[in-house]
């Protein structure tokens, strides 16, 4: 079902399907959530005074496990929880996620404005959903939602035992009338697969594997699988579209594409209009061209029922595209195909280049990024060159909080009291070396988070240093405890890296950063 006329705002929506909630409101920015749940606020309250109580018992109650859960940042979803509406995105805290998300298991939450993570991995039906729209920015572009990814979020749309039927609403802005062209369960696109040849992935199969044992995983992977079981399917395609034009091929006379053909005529005659065009006359080859059409129709055409040739003809140009479009894939799964056996030899030589293998044997520093998944020529060469072992604590937590982390267009940091110039000189010395880029991915934006964590300093304090939300914070300091733990495992028989990089993991896993369970 379609909302149309105008661009009807999020309370005009409501107000449309208030018989259809909960609702799960989709919006593909974190800011819009909160924008759009803040306006609904201000016109409608879905709760009675006892549920009121409720939200406000179990608002108290998470409030008790962590001072400080909503901090000025969030004292608007504190007021909105006590209305029956919330948001959720990736920017909240894991104890604020987990209060809404419980909110909305016991049916207190009655519309939840969310991004489309809410989809993935978390089971939360609802009556219906709602969509904000149906574009979105993908990193590189605004393009529409695939049928696969509209299904996600659609998918949650009725609830077993409660509904009969899941409602699906889009909100259609006229601006883009293109969203309307719905979606088909039909045309949902697969999941492909692919193998990543990471550092890793090397390291791993020529410690672990024999020369047979990984020639068969990079040639019977799922990702080839599924080149393989397309290119057959376009084999098959291919073939009868031959076979068609060749049936077609039948119905034209020998005279076809002479001058004495009605078909050649017609395009003869559409070119000849054109070249008599004012902007045309008086390019150079275009007086001789058009003598010799007028010569070409001089010749009598053949009196003949021509309509089925020029609707044979049109047909022609129907399959001849088709062909060449699934031509086009073939060789692009051609060259895929190809892809792993070259990209892991590219790797292995780069390894070698870098002495980290020599032929199938690892070297030390192999055996180190064997046990590292991320950045690990990166952080092998920061621990080998000293930037781990032999600095403060807290400069190595700045360092580390860097890795792998690719800062946003407005993230703003305050800067720390370490210049961390060296690592950016390390990473560029790796580059000229022919390290790839995406082998080398390290930011010193968030340095001074995670040291000014390891010195300390509270949430609120790291909070009022940057632009960054709660979840933000928490995603680069567990981040940073998780790779410090490959490290740790990494270091094998050093114990004094072990005890230097434990001692650093153990002052950042601590308050409300702490990881659970662990």
């Known amino acids: 079902m379609a909302l149309t006329g105008g661009n009807p705002s999020c309370s005009e929506v409501i107000n449309a399907i208030q018989d259809h909630l909960p609702a799960l409101y989709f919006t593909f920015s974190r800011g819009k959530t909160e924008l759009l749940a803040d306006e609904l606020s201000r016109e409608w309250d879905f709760l009675f005074p006892r549920e009121k109580e409720r939200v406000r018992e179990m608002v108290r109650e998470a409030e008790a496990a962590q001072p400080g859960l909503f901090g000025p940042r969030r004292s608007k979803l504190k007021q909105i929880l006590t209305q029956g509406i919330a948001y959720h995105h990736a920017g909240l805290s894991p104890a604020l996620k987990d209060l809404v998300e419980r909110l909305y298991e016991k049916r207190l939450i009655y519309v939840l404005f969310c991004t489309e993570t809410f989809a993935v991995g978390v089971n939360f039906p609802a009556a219906s959903t709602v969509f904000d729209?149906?574009?979105?920015?993908?990193?590189?572009?605004?393009?529409?939602?695939?049928?696969?990814?509209?299904?996600?979020?659609?998918?949650?749309?009725?609830?077993?035992?409660?509904?009969?039927?899941?409602?699906?609403y889009v909100r259609v802005d006229d601006r883009f009338?293109?969203?309307?062209?719905?979606?088909?369960?039909?045309?949902?696109?697969?999941?492909?697969?692919?193998?990543?040849?990471?550092?890793?992935?090397?390291?791993?199969?020529?410690?672990?594997?024999?020369?047979?044992?990984?020639?068969?995983?990079?040639?019977?992977?799922l990702a080839v699988y599924q080149n393989n079981r397309e290119g057959r399917k376009i084999k098959q395609d291919l073939a009868e579209l031959d076979e068609k034009l060749a049936g077609l091929r039948e119905v034209f006379c020998p005279q076809v594409d002479t001058p004495a053909c009605y078909i050649l005529r017609s395009k003869l005659k559409k070119e000849l209009r054109s070249l008599a065009r004012k902007n045309k006359r008086g390019r150079p080859g275009t007086r001789e061209r058009r003598e010799e059409i007028r010569n070409l129709l001089k010749t009598a055409q053949k009196k003949c029922h021509h309509r089925p040739c020029a609707e044979a003809r049109r047909k022609q140009a129907d399959l001849a595209e088709r062909k060449s479009r699934l031509e086009r894939r073939m060789r692009v799964l051609g060259s895929h195909s190809r892809d792993y056996e070259r990209d892991f030899n590219r790797v292995w030589d780069l390894l070698e280049d870098l002495s980290y293998v020599e032929g199938r044997k690892l070297l030390p520093r192999g055996m180190f990024a064997l046990h590292l998944h991320v950045q690990e020529i990166l952080v092998t060469e920061l621990v080998f060159?000293?930037?781990?072992?032999?600095?403060?604590?807290?400069?190595?937590?700045?360092?580390?909080?860097?890795?792998?982390?690719?800062?946003?267009?407005?993230?703003?940091?305050?800067?720390g009291p370490y210049n961390l110039r060296e690592v950016e000189l390390l990473r560029k010395s790796l580059l000229r070396s022919g390290v790839p880029e995406n082998f080398c991915v390290w930011s010193p934006l968030p340095g001074p988070l995670a040291s000014a964590w390891y010195e300390g300093a509270s949430f609120e304090e790291l909070q009022s240093m940057s632009n960054f939300q709660e979840g933000d914070i928490f995603s680069v300091i567990r981040r940073e405890i998780d790779l410090l733990r490959q490290i740790e495992r990494a270091a094998g028989e050093d114990s004094e890296l072990r005890r230097q990089v434990e001692h650093i993991r153990r002052r950042l896993d601590r308050d409300e950063v702490a990881v659970p369970g662990i």
Request: aromatic share 10%; glycine share 10%; hydrophobic share 40%.
């Open 133 to 168: 729209a149906c574009r979105k920015w993908d990193g590189r572009e605004f393009r529409g939602l695939l049928n696969r990814e509209f299904f996600q979020m659609a998918g949650r749309a009725g609830r077993r035992g409660f509904d009969p039927v899941g409602m699906v």
């Open 177 to 221: 009338p293109e969203q309307t062209g719905f979606y088909s369960e039909e045309e949902i696109e697969p999941v492909r697969g692919h193998l990543i040849i990471s550092p890793n992935t090397v390291l791993s199969l020529l410690y672990w594997k024999t020369d047979e044992e990984i020639n068969r995983l990079l040639e019977q992977n």
């Open 385 to 415: 060159n000293g930037f781990v072992r032999d600095m403060p604590p807290a400069l190595v937590a700045a360092i580390l909080a860097g890795v792998d982390y690719i800062p946003g267009r407005d993230d703003r940091v305050d800067p």
